[in-house]
Nanobody, 124 residues
Framework: VQLQASGGGLVQFGGSLRLACKAS????????IGWFRQAPDKEREGVSC????????YYAAFVKGRFTTSRDNAKNTVYLEMNSLKPEDTAVYYC??????????????????WGQGTLVTVSS
């Protein structure tokens, strides 16, 4: 049972990246999937959360309108499409889930299963 995040890299201000979070050993359809990020010397913060119960996606205010999540059920993968990137978006991005119950709206420490993180660097 694991999550594997990928797709990070170096991009210029205003550019785009698509991160992928692939699940192995379980079906993503049944669990909330959160995206988080952690910049150097900062707390981990929530970016978005896709709810398994109603299919809604919730976004942090600082990414609303720029980031979009989507899901490919055949690949058991959730994507985070990031547009209009800013230097302040530079961080390690993680996907996470928890098998104990719904987690959208919960802080990061309530999630038990984490991908390894993928680094996004936005140059000015």
């Amino acid at each position: 049972v694991q999550l594997q995040a990928s797709g990070g890299g170096l991009v210029q201000f205003g550019g785009s990246l698509r991160l992928a979070c692939k699940a192995s050993g379980f079906n993503l359809d049944y669990y909330d999937i959160g995206w988080f990020r952690q910049a150097p010397d900062k707390e981990r913060e929530g970016v978005s959360c896709h709810s398994a119960s109603d299919g809604s996606t919730y976004y942090a205010a600082f990414v609303k309108g720029r980031f979009t999540t989507s899901r490919d059920n055949a690949k058991n993968t959730v994507y985070l499409e990031m547009n209009s990137l800013k230097p302040e978006d530079t961080a390690v991005y993680y996907c996470a889930t928890d098998f104990a119950g719904p987690r959208c709206g919960s802080p990061w420490y309530r999630y038990d299963v984490w991908g390894q993180g993928t680094l996004v660097t936005v140059s000015s």
